[in-house]
């Protein structure tokens, strides 16, 4: 019998590392082959050419996919969808996978869905049924729901939402994050051993930030982040590693506030374009709090019982944990937060908290289930309508 060919889209680098796992175990499995789509900041240089990354992990990549346009514009990410939806459309024609597998909510992303859903592709999709209500993602991530055939939830919450948007409970799996499984299978690096890799000495304190653009929010971008660097000032003691922002809307802009800041703060502050999943989760291990408005503050961190300090409206509608301080982007708020998260009645609390995104297993999961389940008849979708009174 022919091998299902199981294709997964990946376009920045924090999302390649949430698929890591999955990509090994299908790698790693007879029955199955692998076809890698790397797109987006994977393959631009402003942002690391971490498709470089893939290719070192020992993964053969099957096609890359230009799309971005050296804008942050509205009009310049239009056209980059637009783009890469060209793009995917030739890729899927000459690779023919079984399935497609993208992950999350990004502009790249709409434009795979959109391709496979034309070449009549099964499509599976990791993330959905969660709310980003500050960020384009969310009507993005719905989209794609809507488009996909299969989906893997990370919480039973989230599983339900995606059956209440209208799909079969059948084809709708809570799975756990994917993410977590780096947090199980990585040996992380020593304190000393991080610092040679980043060249750079902890302090006492250490705080890692990341911080992306909130593209609905009315508050100017640039404002934000002016008030979250004022708040650092007040903790001048601190060692700060920042991850840059990512591409999306206004994200140079938020990337030059950085350089400028960490130039003017050279002893205590650096930045990185890409630190890769095993120096950010390191990074998290030995730092005593994470700041910003990542996912990764939600999901990841709370695994090291460690703090996350969650700013402004980008992460809102998400399920949040005992270790999740929520602060507006001010900086008497910002400056509240961080004094509570360092604080022992706060920390105290948090060996013992629940964990709400699962242990570490999605990526074994979510491979047999893409191995196992029937594709016939798939693509004939049928809605699911709820017995409830509106």
């Not at 939402?161 to 084809?171: A, C």
């Amino acid at each position: 019998m022919a091998k299902r060919k199981i294709a997964v889209v990946t376009g920045t680098r924090a999302e390649y590392g949430l698929l890591f796992w999955l990509l090994k175990a299908i790698k790693n499995d007879p029955d199955l082959e692998l076809q890698i789509i790397t797109t987006g900041m994977h393959l631009s240089p402003e942002f690391g050419l971490t498709y470089k990354t893939i290719e070192n992990d020992g993964f053969a990549i099957a096609d890359k996919i230009e799309m971005l346009l050296s804008s942050d514009t509205p009009v310049g990410i239009a056209k980059s969808v637009g783009l890469a939806t060209i793009g995917f459309a030739d890729t899927l024609e000459r690779l023919q996978p079984d399935v497609l597998v993208v992950l999350g909510d990004r502009f790249e992303i709409l434009a795979a869905a959109q391709a496979a859903v034309i070449h009549q592709i099964p499509l599976a999709h990791i993330h959905g049924g969660e709310l980003t209500e500050g960020l384009i993602d969310d009507p993005i991530r719905h989209s794609v729901t809507k488009m996909a055939h299969f989906h893997f939830t990370t919480t039973d919450v989230y599983r339900k939402r995606v059956i209440q948007m209208g799909e079969q409970p059948d084809v709708v799996f809570n799975v756990g994050a994917p993410g977590l499984d780096n947090i199980k299978n990585l040996e992380l690096l020593s304190r000393e051993a991080f610092e040679e890799s980043i060249d750079f000495k902890l302090g006492e304190k250490n705080f890692l930030v990341t911080y992306h653009p909130v593209t609905l929010s009315e508050q100017s971008p640039e404002i934000a982040m002016s008030q979250m660097l004022l708040a650092l000032d007040e903790f001048p003691q601190a060692k700060v590693i920042f991850t840059l922002p990512n591409s999306d809307t206004f994200g140079r802009v938020l990337i030059q506030m950085i350089k400028d800041y960490v130039a003017k703060n050279p002893e205590r502050c650096k930045d990185f374009v890409s630190l890769g999943q095993l120096r950010y989760l390191s990074a998290i291990k030995h730092c005593d709090l994470v700041l910003g408005n990542s996912s990764s503050g939600l999901i990841e961190v709370p695994s090291f019982r460690k703090p996350t300090i969650d700013l402004g409206e980008r992460q809102r509608g998400r399920l949040k944990g005992e270790s999740v301080i929520s602060a507006t982007e001010e900086k008497g708020q910002i400056v509240k937060a961080i004094q509570l998260a360092l604080s022992e009645e706060f920390r105290s609390k948090l060996p013992n908290m629940d964990l709400l995104y699962g242990y570490g297993d999605a990526g074994a999961k979510i491979k047999e289930t893409l191995k196992k389940i029937s594709l016939d008849g798939v693509i004939m979708k049928k809605f699911k309508d709820l017995d409830f009174a509106v």
